[in-house]
């Protein structure tokens, strides 16, 4: 273990308790405990600081850096084992940047990362670096803002290898986890995936869940899918949760802009999805329809697409549109409303000839308007309206 250390001079004056903050890398025991310095906190300062965490399991070696001022200069560094279950950080004030790179496949690990992000405009990336999670491994992610805290921030969690299909990030016989809660300003997050979900051996033992609550501004989510790669087997399921603030936010779930033509997926797992706007005027676009020729979903059995789209309170724009080719053998279960205000929603189904598609449990899918004077719109495919 190595740790670096700056003196430090204090003459006698007035200070602020934030101003008394010192950085610190410092092995900790998990709570609850596991036997030995099963765990890393990370205190950042009251200025902008920068956190890089090299996560290599194949080495059995974690790397923690601080640099305090983001300045290029690794003022606190700490090498301990992979082994390590759980990672704080608390970044305090500052416009702070927090890079988590995975170097190596995990295999039977537990980890757990809690980030708490502070009164700047703060930056969080997660990368998995096309390294897969496998024999067992459960990864949990908790990123959240500090009560009152505001500023701009931006998380992004790749489980893919952004702008790249050189590798894929599978989870198999694993389990994620992910849960962001974001605060005031005006916050940025983005989710990329690109690999297996499950392996198509065991009874659902492979479980992905994300929730993204969005905070009092005008937000955005992303959410980004590579269809060249991504397929959820029968033993899969895949939850994707996201709830608005109470300002405009923007919720879309798509294709990967440089894999936009990419599919079609093979869903013969569960994949959910349940996108809530709650205030303000919102926009929520879910975008599955046919791209360059290619369809969204396909499967070789029966897989389950769930969709849940609510607009709440405002003027809120609604769109959903999903796809599949002559292959699939499909279950959709799709519903849009609109809630209060005067929303516009759009769903459509692209179903190929030849494919096997139901609508359980309702029969259709079911465009809700809800209160107010909407426009619905019904492009194609087996929808009923409804507007009150």
């Given at each position: 273990?190595?740790?670096?250390?700056?003196?430090?001079?204090?003459?006698?004056?007035?200070?602020?308790?934030?101003?008394?903050?010192?950085?610190?890398?410092?092995?900790?025991?998990?709570?609850?405990?596991?036997?030995?310095?099963?765990?890393?906190?990370?205190?950042?300062?009251?200025?902008?600081?920068?956190?890089?965490?090299?996560?290599?399991?194949?080495?059995?070696?974690?790397?923690?850096?601080?640099?305090?001022?983001?300045?290029?200069?690794?003022d606190f560094a700490l090498t301990t084992s992979a082994?390590?279950?759980?990672?704080?950080?608390?970044?305090?004030?500052?416009?702070?940047?927090?890079?988590?790179?995975?170097?190596?496949?995990?295999?039977?690990?537990?980890?757990?990362?809690?980030?708490?992000?502070?009164?700047?405009?703060?930056?969080?990336?997660?990368?998995s670096g096309g390294f897969d999670f496998t024999s067992?491994?459960?990864?949990?992610i908790e990123i959240a803002d500090a009560p009152a805290?505001?500023?701009?921030?931006?998380?992004?969690?790749?489980?893919?290898?952004?702008?790249?299909?050189?590798?894929?990030?599978?989870?198999?016989?694993?389990?994620?986890?992910?849960?962001?809660?974001?605060?005031?300003?005006?916050?940025?997050?983005?989710?990329?995936?690109?690999?297996?979900?499950?392996?198509?051996?065991?009874?659902?033992?492979?479980?992905?869940?994300?929730?993204?609550?969005?905070?009092?501004?005008?937000?955005?989510?992303?959410?980004?899918?590579?269809?060249?790669?991504?397929?959820?087997?029968?033993?899969?399921?895949?939850?994707?949760?996201?709830?608005?603030?109470?300002?405009?936010?923007?919720?879309?779930?798509?294709?990967?802009?440089?894999?936009?033509?990419?599919?079609?997926?093979?869903?013969?797992?569960?994949?959910?999805?349940?996108?809530?706007?709650?205030?303000?005027?919102?926009?929520?676009?879910?975008?599955?329809?046919?791209?360059?020729?290619?369809?969204?979903?396909?499967?070789?059995?029966?897989?389950?697409?769930?969709?849940?789209?609510?607009?709440?309170?405002?003027?809120?724009?609604?769109?959903?549109?999903?796809?599949?080719?002559?292959?699939?053998?499909?279950?959709?279960?799709?519903?849009?409303?609109?809630?209060?205000?005067?929303?516009?929603?759009?769903?459509?189904?692209?179903?190929?000839?030849?494919?096997?598609?139901?609508?359980?449990?309702?029969?259709?899918?079911?465009?809700?308007?809800?209160?107010?004077?909407?426009?619905?719109?019904?492009?194609?495919?087996?929808?009923?309206?409804?507007?009150?």
């Open positions: 273990m190595h740790r670096k250390t700056r003196s430090r001079f204090f003459r006698p004056s007035l200070e602020t308790l934030e101003s008394r903050w010192t950085p610190t890398i410092t092995p900790i025991d998990c709570n609850p405990d596991v036997v030995g310095n099963d765990s890393v906190r990370i205190l950042g300062t009251a200025g902008a600081d920068r956190v890089i965490i090299n996560d290599n399991p194949g080495a059995d070696t974690v790397t923690y850096q601080h640099d305090v001022g983001n300045n290029g200069t690794i082994l390590d279950y759980c990672v704080e950080v608390d970044l305090l004030a500052g416009n702070d940047v927090l890079v988590y790179n995975v170097l190596s496949d995990y295999s039977g690990y537990s980890k757990h990362l809690s980030i708490l992000l502070g009164a700047g405009n703060d930056r969080v990336n997660f990368n067992s491994t459960e990864w949990v805290a505001g500023g701009d921030d931006k998380v992004f969690l790749h489980f893919a290898t952004p702008n790249s299909q050189a590798t894929d990030t599978n989870i198999l016989n694993s389990a994620l986890s992910v849960d962001v809660e974001l605060g005031a300003g005006r916050d940025e997050t983005t989710v990329t995936f690109d690999g297996d979900i499950g392996d198509g051996a065991g009874d659902f033992d492979t479980a992905v869940d994300i929730a993204i609550s969005l905070g009092t501004e005008d937000d955005k989510f992303t959410g980004l899918f590579d269809f060249s790669f991504f397929d959820i087997f029968n033993d899969g399921q895949v939850a994707l949760f996201v709830n608005g603030g109470s300002h405009n936010d923007q919720i879309r779930v798509q294709r990967h802009p440089s894999f936009a033509a990419s599919g079609p997926a093979s869903i013969e797992g569960v994949f959910d999805l349940f996108l809530q706007g709650r205030y303000g005027n919102d926009l929520i676009d879910v975008d599955f329809n046919t791209a360059g020729g290619n369809d969204a979903f396909t499967s070789s059995q029966l897989g389950n697409i769930r969709v849940r789209v609510t607009g709440d309170d405002g003027n809120d724009n609604l769109q959903v549109r999903l796809s599949n080719d002559q292959f699939a053998t499909l279950n959709y279960d799709v519903l849009v409303r609109g809630g209060v205000g005067a929303d516009s929603l759009g769903l459509s189904f692209v179903t190929d000839i030849g494919s096997t598609v139901t609508y359980s449990a309702l029969g259709y899918g079911l465009l809700d308007g809800g209160l107010g004077a909407d426009v619905l719109l019904f492009r194609v495919g087996n929808v009923q309206r409804r507007s009150v």
